[in-house]
């Protein structure tokens, strides 16, 4: 296999909203960005991916978009942008950009053509079906909550939307379609862009109308056979400009994947959705570890026959890891980096993970923004549901912990913004923040940058295969990472309990060095072990077999 730049690179995901406000607006810029890539620089990632900037009218934060060739004002123009690219290709850091194309916003040019009436050269821009007020086309539901379709009284017709009705669904059986969304992607990759991370890529191939639901509701908008044939037309645009894609896939499984990425995929790689598995009742969930490793070791497994992962434990719409996976201190924090970052595929780190940001005490529904989380908020309530427990069940697991201003530094709003931002500031921001651990000894921000520059030097993790050992064990996750005659040893306890384990005898008695690990203590480690909560380490050991 040829060797890709991306193997040996970490990412690192931007939410512009959020990450540094330069003009006091209250919304992070891309003169923000700008300001910060030192900082970027320093922590030492490679390539960033930053979450839409296009015109919007914002219903889904820049994910509904009503013109794909301009930026939103409010985080600059396309000058600025250009200027963002080149100061960061100076740097030696890649660009990537959001790509939505499963549907645009309900005020896109198009869109609003498309409604005029049914023999609007749009109409078939879009998907619609014949409909009453009282009657849908179907029963399908939307990810953000209601039916998939949206009765228009104008025409007399319903038209089909995956998510928001502000965020209509692009009828991509339409060759014309097809055509201006390549031309789009053309242009943006002559702009100089390095590259895409493909929005909900996987729900552009739809089921017929009249396909029956039977256990999962999204099986008919979910990598729906069919999708091989766009996903083919977008990689030739992507291998003529060789730029590095990387696909938000749900629904395509491990074995699929194979097909998805690697040498002769669609993409370079995908994201799979399917390791976030909640334990608890609701609203007090946390992440199941053993559901997360499941998933974590049938992808691994399954991909090294030709496939490559990204690798993610935070993004834009989930909460935060150090609050739904580990238990709020730095140690579980440093171990949550471990147990993912050292896997095989390109690790991606998202903004203020790498400092310890936790999960947001929303104590009212006006603080929130997510309009998913206020449907399903009201919805509650329409059940009756007291308002004290629709806030629980509708903020445990809500998009907006990960979405609050970026903490840079003890000042006020943590350095974000000089005036009060759209989101508020997290109330831990004097202790959590960049300023206070860029000095801090021990400090999480100091972790992963060793982590990172560990993650690039040592040859197994960029080429080397992976082995999964106490498969079973509820907490602790354990891989071997090996090249050649080296090896590396992942071992973390993802629980607040000690755990006694059966380390791997031979690679214990081989061991060299230890590479990393999140408690100061001198340890040994012996093949019988002890681990203390959240304890991690990676050990080098050389294959005495090979
Ligand atoms: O999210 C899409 C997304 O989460 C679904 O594709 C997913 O399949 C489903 O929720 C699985 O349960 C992306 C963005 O990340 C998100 O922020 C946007 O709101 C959404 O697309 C719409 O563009
Ligand atoms: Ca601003």
Not at 113 to 119: A, L, R, V
Not at 194 to 214: C, M, N, P, V, Y
Not at 223 to 245: C, P
Request: charged share 25%; hydrophobic share 35%; aromatic share 14%.
């Amino acid at each position: 296999m040829e060797s890709k730049w991306w193997e040996n690179a970490v990412g690192y995901q931007l939410y512009p909203r959020s990450f540094q406000d330069t003009n006091y607006d209250g919304i992070g810029d891309i003169q923000g960005i700008r300001k910060r890539l030192p900082y970027l620089k320093e922590l030492g990632v490679d390539f960033l991916w930053i979450n839409p900037m296009y015109q919007s009218p914002n219903i889904d934060n820049g994910y509904d978009i009503s013109d794909f060739y301009k930026l939103n004002p409010e985080f600059g123009n396309l000058d600025e942008f250009i200027e963002l690219l080149d100061a960061a290709h100076q740097m030696g850091i890649k660009v990537l950009v959001d790509l939505v194309v499963n549907h645009t916003s309900d005020q896109h040019p198009w869109f609003l053509e498309s409604k005029k009436s049914k023999d609007n050269p749009y109409r078939e821009y879009y998907h619609w079906a014949e409909a009453t007020p009282e009657k849908m086309p179907n029963n399908w539901q939307s990810f953000f909550g209601g039916s998939t379709w949206t009765y228009d009284e104008h025409t007399e017709q319903a038209y089909f939307h995956v998510f928001a009705k502000e965020q209509p669904d692009l009828n991509w059986t339409n060759p014309k379609v097809r055509e201006e969304i390549y031309q789009m992607i053309r242009w943006w990759l002559e702009l100089g862009v390095d590259g895409f991370r493909l929005d909900a890529i996987s729900h552009i191939q739809k089921e017929s109308w009249d396909f029956k639901i039977t256990s999962n509701p999204w099986a008919p908008f979910m990598n729906v056979s069919g999708i091989e044939n766009y996903m083919a037309e977008l990689s030739t645009i992507f291998r003529e400009y060789q730029v590095m894609t990387v696909g938000e896939a749900s629904g395509v499984t491990s074995h699929e994947a194979i097909k998805w990425t690697g040498n002769h995929g669609f993409l370079d790689m995908i994201f799979e959705l399917e390791h976030n598995v909640k334990i608890g009742n609701p609203g007090e969930e946390k992440t199941s570890i053993i559901g997360f490793k499941k998933v974590m070791q049938r992808w691994q497994m399954d991909l090294l026959k030709g496939g490559w992962q990204a690798l993610y434990i935070e993004n834009h719409d989930l909460p935060r890891s150090i609050s739904t996976m580990g238990n709020g201190t730095i140690e579980s924090a440093k171990a949550i980096a471990i147990a993912y970052f050292l896997m095989r595929g390109t690790p991606f780190i998202y903004q203020g993970q790498e400092i310890g940001m936790a999960n947001y005490p929303f104590r009212t529904i006006e603080e929130v923004d997510g309009e998913d989380t206020k449907y399903f908020y009201y919805s509650l309530l329409n059940q009756g549901i007291s308002e004290k427990k629709a806030l629980k069940l509708a903020l445990n697991w809500s998009r907006d912990h990960s979405r609050t201003p970026m903490q840079w530094s003890a000042d006020c709003q943590a350095g974000f913004s000089e005036v009060a931002s759209w989101l508020p500031v997290h109330p831990n921001y004097r202790q959590v923040n960049v300023e206070n651990e860029k000095n801090r000894q021990g400090s999480l921000l100091l972790f992963y940058q060793e982590l990172i520059s560990l993650r690039k030097k040592i040859v197994e993790f960029t080429k080397g295969s992976i082995t999964f050992y106490l498969k079973k064990h509820p907490y602790v996750i354990c891989y071997t990472r090996e090249f050649q005659r080296l090896g590396a040893l992942v071992v973390v306890n993802l629980s607040e309990k000690k755990q006694k384990v059966d380390l791997p005898k031979w690679i214990i008695s081989n061991q060299k060095t230890i590479l990393l690990k999140n408690y100061t203590e001198e340890k040994v480690f012996t093949s019988r072990i002890e681990l203390l909560p959240y304890e991690a380490a990676v050990i080098r050991y050389v294959n005495p077999k090979k």
